[in-house]
């Protein structure tokens, strides 16, 4: 069951939390809606579930309009960030709740509700607490009944709400691998919300960025990581030094240095700035030609793989983040205070000035 | 095994020693003497006091008008909790506050207010009485009373349990396909059920009890309109303090079975709600 929104349009008094969206979810497909809070991507999922009324525009389910259809007839699943769970049924009841009120000519028999119920157990492997009241649970475990109860209906789409939210970290982890297996075991067409990159990038097919009430970009986990296509969505997915400086025929000042920027030949001393991901970058004891920026160390944190350096820039006392292997840390020798180079090995140029304050943003 | 009994929460012996002398001092002796006092009548004495036809009309009164009344509150003050809870609008915090003045005004003040509102060439009364109804000086009129004065208990002891109540479960009810009364009875109704039931019972041992607000609109027909505490009073003024406590015993055993009865309901509920 895929899912198109067309120019979607939602305000909450002044507040634009849609701004003409269009999306694509075709079917089967696992997808992220991710962003910062206030991006617009709860109230996109809720229009979707038909919990909110859009102010202008459309959404089809498989080509069908079912802008106006009412949140029952939509046959969507819908998981709640604070699961949502009925506090005064058992896990069981909660699971059967959806089946149970249908009207009678299409409700199946108990024994058909008991077996349907019962699988789902299986499923979301909690067979053994089918008894147990919500509130005997651990917060993972109530967002699997909320899953199941959700999946019960046989849903066209299933849509989660920052599904793992509430959860702490190592259950998160846990959670979000279990979903993904899950989706390729269900494969119902998904769309979840979240905050969390690493989840969205390791769960979905494909992840949608949105920003103030627009999508900035959509993609698969790799192509929106390896290229962002705005300034937003490198910020976004990963750790990103900022260089502000003029671009000027495929090239960009940063100070004494330059950076090349080869798509931008055509460019005549325009300002600019240049995005290199922490690791895209090689440090040497000397300069090693135009594109080294001289820095001072000023911080290392010295523990797993990775070795996460902070640099001043001599030139302007710019700050820089390195992330280095251990290896190649090993090599160097750094100690705090030491003079190194550094030279970006991936640079992207975006024009315009970027709020000049923020040199790095994570 | 002194360190045993050590808890993080002490004071228990201190704390309940003053919470017993205190009922004792302010409940448990006043309703003793009700005994002491009655067992100055004879056996027989007492049954005739008690099974007097008047007094026997007057329990029907009394228990059967504040049971109606307790009804009606529960189910309008579910609804006007649920407006104050789920809705917002002007005046709301204006709503929320006249709902605790029934608990402040003295009742005979609601009492003659209702009266004069009911009479038959009253405001409401006029309109009511071309259709054949008439509310004051009858078992209405006593309802209505009853009912006024026990509005609060159950908006205050539903609300606090629906303020609790997400929107995301009704949400989640109906992306699951419930229509919105099987969202009502299924989830909405079973998780305010004990709360409901608090509100109900505090509201009908109210009315049990009240006497300001009804004797002006009850009329006081002897078989028809009196209700028990009257009748206590008529007997007090008669200087029968005897007969007057033997009719107050009788109120008291019921009321506190009543009162058992639902507690014991609501401790069923709970249980099965198990938050």
């Known amino acids: 069951m895929s899912i198109e929104v067309r120019n979607l349009r939602k305000a909450f008094g002044t507040f634009v939390a849609l701004d003409d969206v269009n999306l694509d979810v075709p079917g089967g497909e696992l997808v992220a809606l991710l962003g910062p809070s206030g991006s617009g991507k709860t109230t996109l999922l809720r229009i979707i579930a038909g919990l909110e ?310 | 095994m002194r360190h045993n009994s050590r808890t993080v929460l002490p004071g228990f012996g201190l704390s309940l020693g003053i919470t017993c002398t205190y009922l004792s001092l302010l409940v448990l002796i006043p309703l003793a003497t009700v005994f002491t006092k009655t067992a100055e009548l004879s056996g027989p004495a007492f049954w005739a006091t008690v099974t007097d036809p008047r007094v026997v009309a007057s329990y029907r009164v009394t228990f059967g008008a504040s049971f109606v009344a307790a009804l009606v509150n529960t189910v309008f003050g579910l609804l006007v909790a649920w407006v104050l809870v789920r809705y917002r609008f002007p005046g709301r915090r204006l709503v929320d506050a006249m709902v605790d003045l029934p608990f402040a005004l003295p009742t005979a003040v609601a009492g003659i207010a209702l009266t004069t509102l009911y009479v038959p060439n009253g405001w409401v009364g006029g309109y009511l009485e071309p259709l054949g109804i008439q509310v004051s000086y009858t078992w209405i009129g006593i309802t209505v009373a009853l009912i006024f004065i026990g509005l609060p208990f159950v908006v205050r002891t539903v609300q606090p349990v629906l303020d609790d109540l997400e929107v995301e479960v009704e949400e989640a009810a109906a992306s699951l396909g419930a229509r919105r009364w099987q969202t009502f009875t299924r989830v909405v109704f079973p998780t305010v059920a004990p709360a409901l039931l608090t509100g109900f019972a505090m509201a009908f041992a109210r009315a049990i009890g009240e006497y300001g607000s009804v004797v002006f609109i009850s009329g006081n027909m002897p078989m028809k309109t009196e209700i028990v505490p009257l009748l206590i009073i008529t007997k007090l003024e008669q200087y029968d303090y005897a007969g007057a406590t033997a009719v107050a015993l009788v109120m008291l055993v019921v009321s506190f079975l009543l009162l058992l009865t639902i507690n014991l309901l609501q401790w069923v509920a709970r249980r099965r709600l198990a938050v």
């Open chain 1, 53 to 362: 009324p859009a102010d202008q525009g459309l959404i089809r389910f498989e080509g069908e309009d079912t802008t106006d259809r009412p949140v029952r007839e939509r046959q969507v699943g819908f998981v709640f960030q604070h699961y949502a769970l009925f506090r005064h049924m058992s896990v069981f009841e909660n699971i059967a709740f959806g089946l149970r009120v249908r009207p009678r000519p299409v409700r199946p028999s108990d024994e058909e509700i008991r077996d349907t119920v019962m699988g789902l157990l299986r499923l979301v492997q909690l067979e053994a607490l089918g008894q147990r009241r919500p509130s005997e649970l651990s917060g993972g475990q109530r967002q699997r009944v909320a899953l199941a109860r959700a999946l019960a209906v046989k849903p066209k789409v299933l849509l989660l709400d920052e599904p793992f939210g509430a959860l702490d970290a190592k259950v998160r982890k846990e959670l979000r691998r279990w979903l993904r297996r899950l989706h390729e075991e269900v494969h119902v067409t998904s769309v979840f919300v979240t905050h969390d990159q690493e989840e969205a990038l390791e769960v979905s097919d494909r992840v949608v960025i949105m920003n103030e009430g627009r999508v900035e970009q959509s993609g698969t986990p790799e192509e929106v990581y390896e290229r962002p296509a705005t300034p937003f969505v490198y910020g976004f997915l990963g750790d990103v030094n900022l260089f502000h400086g003029r671009i000027d025929r495929g090239r960009v000042k940063v100070g004494a240095s330059e950076l090349d920027a080869p798509e931008w030949a055509e460019a005549r001393d325009q300002a600019g700035v240049a995005y290199v991901r922490t690791y895209d970058v090689e440090l040497t004891p000397s300069s090693s030609g135009r594109s080294s920026i001289e820095t001072i160390v000023r911080h290392i944190r010295a523990f797993g793989p990775v070795i996460r350096l902070e640099l001043d820039r001599v030139e302007d006392g710019g700050s820089v983040e390195a992330h280095l292997p251990r290896a190649q840390y090993d090599k160097l020798g750094l100690v705090k205070g030491q003079r190194v180079f550094v030279s970006p090995t991936s640079v992207r140029v975006f024009a315009g000035p970027a709020d000049g304050s923020a040199a790095r943003i994570a």
